[in-house]
C-alpha cells in the first residue's frame, strides 16, 4: 500500500510520493504535502511553462523561473 498524503493542491487524502523529488527543504515539503497525481499535474504544466516560455534547464536564471512556477502551482495562495 502507497503512503498516504492530506494533499494542499487537491485538498484530500492521496496516494503520496515515493520520495522526495526536488532537492532540499522544499523537496522534503512537497514529499510531505504533495501528492503523486498532484505532481503529474505539476509535471504536465511544467512542459508547458518551459515550452511557453522558451526555458531552457541549462540556464540558472531559467531554474529559479520554474522552481517560482512550481511553487505558485503546488502551493497556491
Given at each position: 500500500?502507497?503512503?498516504?498524503v ?24 512537497i ?31 531559467h ?15
Amino acid at each position: 500500500m502507497s503512503r498516504m498524503v492530506f494533499c494542499q493542491l487537491l485538498k484530500k487524502d492521496a496516494a503520496g510520493l515515493d520520495s522526495p523529488p526536488y532537492p532540499g527543504e522544499l523537496g522534503q515539503q512537497i514529499f510531505e504535502n504533495i501528492s503523486n497525481e498532484a505532481w503529474t499535474q505539476w509535471l504536465n504544466q511544467l512542459t508547458m511553462v518551459i515550452n511557453e516560455n522558451r526555458l531552457s534547464t541549462a540556464d540558472p536564471r531559467h531554474l529559479d523561473l520554474i522552481e517560482q512556477q512550481m511553487k505558485d502551482f503546488l502551493f497556491p495562495k
